[in-house]
């Protein structure tokens, strides 16, 4: 119920002149929707993503990574830990990953790019979330206080997730 009355509240907290985008799955559309605005950065992407595996939004990841933008993502250490997740590889590959240090697991799925358009809903960075399950992402363009909040969420998550104890947990998975 709590998140239905969040969702809720999120709408009607909207500005006339911002742009929504819904979608659902098992579709290409939240993948397609996503890589076009990996793609559409110019600076940054903050993004707290319960798991990573799908191959467009990782390439595409890596390709914003060598245009210069600055990356940084949170995900969940167990999920982290899977074979199929794309976490060490893009860790590897220099882009800024911490996982989780605080909280049971990291559950969330939301993105915010260049601090000017966010996204969220069920969908997880996946596979089988394009594929094979039922899932909603909804993307806000052009209302500050709604990307607002996400960011600010973002930073706080950053900083309370601290690099020392996610460098630990990789030293540890190496």
């Known amino acids: 119920m709590g998140k239905i009355l ?9 500005s ?10 098992p579709s290409k559309d939240c993948e397609n929707a996503l890589v076009e605005r990996i793609n559409a950065s110019k600076k940054n992407i903050d993004a707290a993503v319960y798991s990573i595996n799908n191959k467009s939004i990782v390439n595409a990841l890596k390709q914003a990574h060598d245009r210069g933008i ?12 899977g074979n199929s997740s794309a976490v060490k590889d893009l860790r590897n590959y220099g882009i800024n990953i911490r996982v989780h240090t605080r909280n049971k697991i990291e559950h969330n799925k939301f993105a915010i790019f260049d601090g000017k358009k966010a996204s969220t809903g069920s ?5 089988p979330a394009s594929d094979k399950n039922s899932e909603n992402c909804v ?9 607002g909040e ?6 706080y998550l950053w900083q309370i997730n601290t690099a020392e104890k996610s460098e ?5 998975k190496q």
């Open 123 to 127: 969908y997880n960075w996946t596979n």
């Open 70 to 81: 600055q990356i940084r993502i949170l995900t969940d250490r167990l999920q982290a830990a």
């Open 16 to 25: 006339a002149k911002a742009e929504v985008e819904v979608h659902f799955s």
């Open 150 to 155: 996400f960011q600010n969420r973002f930073n």
């Open 168 to 172: 630990e947990w990789f030293n540890k």
């Open 6 to 14: 969040f969702i809720a509240l999120l709408f009607l907290s909207i």
């Open 139 to 147: 993307f806000f363009s052009e209302d500050e206080k709604v990307v």
